[in-house]
């Protein structure tokens, strides 16, 4: 393989980048996708797979796994913020996702969505089909509209299915072709403790896990406040102690149930 070139003329800017969190913000922009390392201890990522088997046990025993199964929920597991295992709403507010997400996204943002999703041992599941994390849409946007961050439970390996992307597809409108596809599909292998972190316009789907352990991951959607929530988390979360932490999980922006809610959340403000 032929080295790098370094050098280069005729160019009148450049992008300068002075750490790992840079370089992913660049990455993101520029290919669609990264890898965040979260900056957990092995305790504490030990301890977040921990909470995500109960958590898991829970919400199957509260809904029944027949009905789960039903409507092909049953691989995964919404809103784990509200489940009351206060580790899941610091996983939301991670202070490295939250750096990464105020260089990549303008303004204020908001989290849509926390939901565990476990791709099964030897068998097909619901992100199984290529997607956008907004689905139904071939628009492509200037500034970043949405972020998708997957926390790795365990490693993502090519033997457990980890996350496919299409690089750089959240620049085009179209999905690309089947040719470009078995061509350029890029498998993201990750650590457990780490984010692969999307622009929710490129491509991806979940892989095949091949292997005989159930591979487990925490997806996380985060975008400007102009998309409603999946489900309105607030309702179902404890109180949060911080003005920034409300207004990254919604509570600044819930809809008002009436013109009288909507007078009433105006008083006072300019």
Not at 30 to 45: I, T
Not at 104 to 127: D, E, M, T, W
Not at 183 to 192: N, P, Y
Not at 244 to 264: T, W
Request: proline share 5%; charged share 15%; net charge negative.
């Amino acid at each position: 393989m032929s080295t790098v070139p370094t050098k280069a003329y005729g160019i009148l800017e450049q992008t300068t980048v002075d750490s790992a969190l840079d370089e992913a913000v660049e990455q993101i922009q520029h290919l669609g996708y990264a890898v965040l390392d979260a900056g957990f201890s092995p305790a504490e990522v030990a301890h977040i797979a921990a909470e995500f088997d109960t958590v898991r046990a829970e919400y199957t025993t509260k809904y029944g796994l027949e009905l789960l199964q039903s409507g092909n929920e049953h691989n995964t597991i919404r809103g784990m913020c509200t489940s009351g295992h206060d580790v899941f709403i610091k996983l939301a507010l991670n202070p490295n996702l939250m750096q990464l997400l105020k260089k990549l996204i303008k303004g204020s943002f908001v989290l849509n969505q926390q939901n565990g999703i476990v791709n099964p041992a030897k068998q097909g599941y619901n992100q199984g089909s290529w997607h956008r994390d907004l689905p139904y849409q071939h628009f492509v946007s200037s500034s970043v509209l949405a972020i998708n961050a997957l926390y790795c439970v365990d490693d993502f390996t090519t033997a457990n299915g980890a996350t496919f992307v299409l690089p750089a597809t959240h620049l085009r409108e179209p999905f690309p072709s089947a040719q470009y596809i078995a061509r350029h599909a890029v498998q993201a292998e990750a650590k457990a403790g780490s984010f692969i972190v999307l622009d929710c316009m490129i491509y991806h789907s979940g892989g095949f896990n091949s292997t005989d352990k159930d591979r487990r991951a925490i997806n996380h959607v985060y975008n400007i406040p102009f998309f409603k929530q999946q489900i309105n988390l607030p309702n179902s979360m404890p109180d949060v102690p911080s003005d920034e932490a409300k207004q990254i999980l919604g509570y600044a922006y819930a809809e008002p149930q009436s013109i009288d809610a909507y007078i009433a959340s105006r008083v006072g403000k300019k």
